[in-house]
């Protein structure tokens, strides 16, 4: 099985989400005094990111694009502040977090 382009692009898509999650746990890491590491997942993971989110703009639309890859951050970001570092679980904070996740979905089934 192989898959075509826009295949391909979705993934990259998905993958730089995934790199902006590893981006912020830079920012994380320097706030509590971890410098290179910090520094080095912070450049690593928006480099990352940012090329993939260009790759996957060849085929998504720029719109849908940077909704999904922000949604993806949001939400990864969101749980690895709550997992790693003790952050906040109020059920507000998860409600609003959620209609961020259905609110992509939302564009994406809109486009």
């Known amino acids: ?60 639309d720029m719109g849908v694009a940077y909704a999904i890859f922000t949604g993806i951050g949001t939400l990864g970001s969101t749980l690895l502040g709550m997992w790693l570092w003790g952050e906040s679980r109020r059920p507000l904070r998860l409600a609003f977090v959620g209609l961020i996740v259905v609110a992509v979905i939302g564009l994406k089934l809109a486009s």
């Open 1 to 60: 099985m192989t898959l075509d382009i826009t295949t391909w692009h979705w993934l990259a898509l998905l993958a730089s989400g995934a790199c902006e999650i590893v981006g912020v746990s830079g920012f994380a890491r320097l706030h509590r005094g971890q410098r290179a590491s910090g520094v080095a997942l912070l450049v690593m993971g928006f480099g990352c990111s940012l090329g993939l989110l260009s790759i996957a703009m060849r085929s998504i």
